[in-house]
Nanobody, 115 residues
Framework: QVQLVESGSGLVQAGGSLRLSCAAS????????MAWFRQAPGKEREFVAA????????WYQDSVKGRFTISEDNSKNEWYLQMNSLKPEDTAVYYC????????WGPGTLVTVSS
């Protein structure tokens, strides 16, 4: 069983930055890609970004391209989401998982962007 814990929550003004971290613990795992998802109030959870295990490829939702950067540190079983130029519509609970969402979800971390 792999446990996921997200951190880095915060309240920022529009245009600000935050860095989220995801720590995976438990059994050894090697997914093809790790990802971030988010769920805004009243909306379904959606894909935000993913990074290949090797770090050689990344994928982003169109709305975050150029503003968010996903990265990984496989030596620590961690991956990160650097969020710049935040907008109020980025307000959501952010979750990490592998790209196929096959792991149990962690508690998430709340990001609130004020206008």
């Amino acid at each position: 069983q792999v446990q996921l814990v997200e951190s880095g929550s915060g309240l920022v003004q529009a245009g600000g930055s935050l860095r989220l971290s995801c720590a995976a613990s438990g059994r050894t795992f090697r997914p093809s890609a790790m990802a971030w998802f988010r769920q805004a109030p009243g909306k379904e959870r959606e894909f935000v970004a993913a990074v290949a295990w090797s770090g050689s490829s990344t994928w982003y939702q169109d709305s975050v391209k150029g503003r968010f950067t996903i990265s990984e540190d496989n030596s620590k079983n961690e991956w990160y989401l650097q969020m710049n130029s935040l907008k109020p519509e980025d307000t959501a609970v952010y979750y990490c998982n592998v790209r196929d969402k096959s792991l149990s979800w962690g508690p998430g971390t709340l990001v609130t962007v004020s206008s």
